[in-house]
């Protein structure tokens, strides 16, 4: 997962604009289950584990790679 001070760089860098990140610069050792669709993380969701393993599938199957280009767009007030 992304460091808090890069992720803030990155911030000041677009304009105070969240920016988009990499599969694995949002996924990777991420453990935090409400940072992704944090409403529905209790009614049914699938695992924060389970959603980076559905996006790695979509990236090898556009790009016939996990490298794939694929960004994850962060949204919210909680940063």
């Given at each position: 997962m992304i460091e808090l001070n890069r992720f803030k760089k990155l911030i000041a860098e677009n304009d105070d604009r969240?920016?988009?990140?990499?599969?694995?610069?949002?996924?990777?050792?991420?453990?935090?289950?409400?940072?992704?669709?944090?409403?529905?993380?209790?009614?049914g969701r699938p695992s924060i584990a389970e959603?980076?393993?559905?996006?790695?599938?979509?990236a090898l199957s556009l790009c016939g790679t996990d490298k794939c280009p694929a960004k994850v767009q962060v949204c919210g007030d909680d940063i």
């Open positions: 969240l920016p988009l990140l990499t599969l694995d610069e949002f996924f990777a050792g991420n453990t935090a289950e409400n940072s992704i669709a944090p409403n529905d993380c209790d009614f959603i980076w393993e559905l996006m790695v599938f979509i």
